[in-house]
């Protein structure tokens, strides 16, 4: 192959397939293809969205099964609440989150795009669903884009688009109850407008911007925006699982004749049906290789299944499966990479799941009041005075109690035991005394615990500093 052709060849990956050479957008009609992986797809599809909608209505302990309140910076996981002071598990839930996300890609490339992206599946189960409805299939589209505005595209555009204005104020709705608890948002639906202008005006605002991004931006969001699709290039190696053609097997193409012996006219097993091309949402052709516009979506692999079913040839001339499988035939397996991410990731989450499950309901922190030492109180007996923060991380309140763990040492609390409320957090005094016999050098341990319920929720240590300090 020369050089010129080589270029010609890959030219392809000089621009996206939606842009045309003077940067204007190629529209996508995509062609509607069903089949086994469209199936699969819908079921889980289908499912995440009922848990998506469902979700703020579920409690558990009394507290919804997901809460990101950011404004009163109250988070909640299944029923757990986490308070500013959990930041520590926040951020680790994060380095978790990316790297699931990094061991994820290696492994099975774009997986998540395809099966359980929000994008893909409002965009190919639900938006695109509808316009097949009312528009009809892709040349029914096309026509009627072209078409000048008349009575049938005035009534077919406004039933559409109000369609799509109502599902995207429900998100927008739906994403409001997340943030700000299915109760607050009731009370907002059922309260007087103009006491919500702030919620109203943001739940416009979202509802315009996924109306745009589901009617109009549609696959430019995972072909030009979506930060993990620019990602897919450093991510991806040869042993990554994607959407795959085998050109081993598919070269050269050529038109499908009746009878005719293909390998005696050296024809592989691509019929140049042009099908993966028709069905594709993003309007690339899968042949050409490993692409970051692809998302994995298996359109093509359901549109090529058909394709080879109906003329007799092997079916997965479209499939799941490596570069390296691809070339060599070999199957495909874990790398050495893959598997190290994998123990990386188990070894997070373990440390994750440790932290969230030993999680104390009650956080203190004792600290030495600023510039004291020690106090002679009688001939044997020092005080030290320390000032205990004290937070209740859970939704209800708790009476709490201090007592010394280690039996050398008694406690008192300025102002003697106290209540905390859901998420409160207060700051004592308390004094530390010890008997002159007990003191052990300058700086002797003394172990605080904090009881709620006459149950140790959390201990302390800190230094009781006696004479010789
Ligand atoms: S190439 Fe295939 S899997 Fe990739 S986006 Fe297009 S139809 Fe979907
Ligand atoms: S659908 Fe299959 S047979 Fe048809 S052009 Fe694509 S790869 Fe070739």
Redesign the pocket.
């Known amino acids: 192959m020369s050089q010129e052709e080589r270029f010609d060849k890959e030219s392809f990956r000089d621009s996206i397939s939606t842009v045309d050479e003077q940067g204007k957008r190629i529209w996508v009609y995509p062609k509607k293809q069903l089949g086994k992986y469209f199936n699969k797809r819908s079921v889980i599809a289908y499912s995440l969205l009922i848990l998506m909608f469902v979700g703020p209505f579920i409690k558990i302990n009394g507290e919804p099964m997901i809460l990101m309140n950011i404004v009163e910076r109250k988070f909640v996981l299944f029923g757990q609440i986490f308070w500013p002071a959990d930041i520590f598990i926040f951020a680790i839930g994060m380095i978790a989150f990316v790297v699931l996300v990094i061991v994820f890609t290696v492994v099975f490339g774009r997986l998540f795009c ?1 099966w359980v992206c929000p994008q893909t599946i409002f965009m190919e189960m639900v938006f695109r669903r509808i316009e097949y409805w009312i528009d009809g299939d892709w040349k029914q589209q096309k026509k009627l884009d072209d078409s000048p505005w008349n009575a049938n595209k005035i009534k077919k555009r406004a039933l559409k688009w109000s369609i799509f204005w109502l599902i995207s104020f429900v998100i927008a709705n739906t994403l409001l109850a997340y943030i700000i608890g299915v109760d607050e948002l009731f009370k907002i639906i059922t309260d007087s407008p103009l006491n919500h202008l702030g919620s109203l005006s943001a739940l416009v605002i979202f509802t315009t911007i996924f109306f745009a991004v589901f009617a109009w931006f549609r696959e430019q969001v995972c072909t030009t925006v979506c930060p993990y699709g620019r990602l897919q290039g450093v991510l991806l190696d040869k042993n990554s699982v994607i ?1 795959a053609y085998d050109y081993e097997r598919g070269e050269g193409r050529g038109k499908f004749r009746k009878n005719e012996d293909r390998t005696a006219v050296d024809k592989g097993d691509c019929i140049d049906c042009n099908q ?1 091309v028709n ?4 309007g ?3 042949r050409n290789g490993t ?1 970051l ?9 359901d ?1 090529c299944n058909y394709m080879m079913e109906n003329v007799g040839l092997e079916k997965d001339l ?1 499939r799941y499966d490596s570069e390296e499988g691809i070339k060599t035939k070999k199957p495909w397996k874990l790398t050495f990479r893959a598997k190290s991410y994998i123990v990386l990731m188990l070894a997070i989450v373990g440390f994750l799941g440790f932290l969230i499950f030993t999680r104390s309901p009650i956080e203190a922190t004792i600290l030495r009041v600023k510039g004291t030492s020690y106090q002679k109180i009688t001939e044997d007996q020092y005080a030290n005075i320390f000032v205990a923060t004290i937070m209740n991380k859970t939704n209800e309140s708790h009476t709490v109690h201090m007592d010394i763990l280690s039996d050398n040492a008694s406690i008192e609390i300025i102002g003697g035991d106290f209540s905390l409320k859901e998420g409160e957090q207060v700051k004592k005094e308390i004094i530390v005394k010890m008997d002159a016999d007990l003191i052990e050098g300058s700086k002797t341990k003394v172990e605080i615990g904090i009881l709620s319920d006459n149950k140790i929720v959390e201990k302390e240590t800190v230094d009781f500093f006696g004479p010789g300090f």
Request: hydrophobic share 40%; net charge negative.
């Open positions: 395809g959407v993966c069905v594709c949402p993003t690339i052709d899968i692409q516009e692809c998302i994995n979506c298996t359109l093509c692999m549109a479209i």
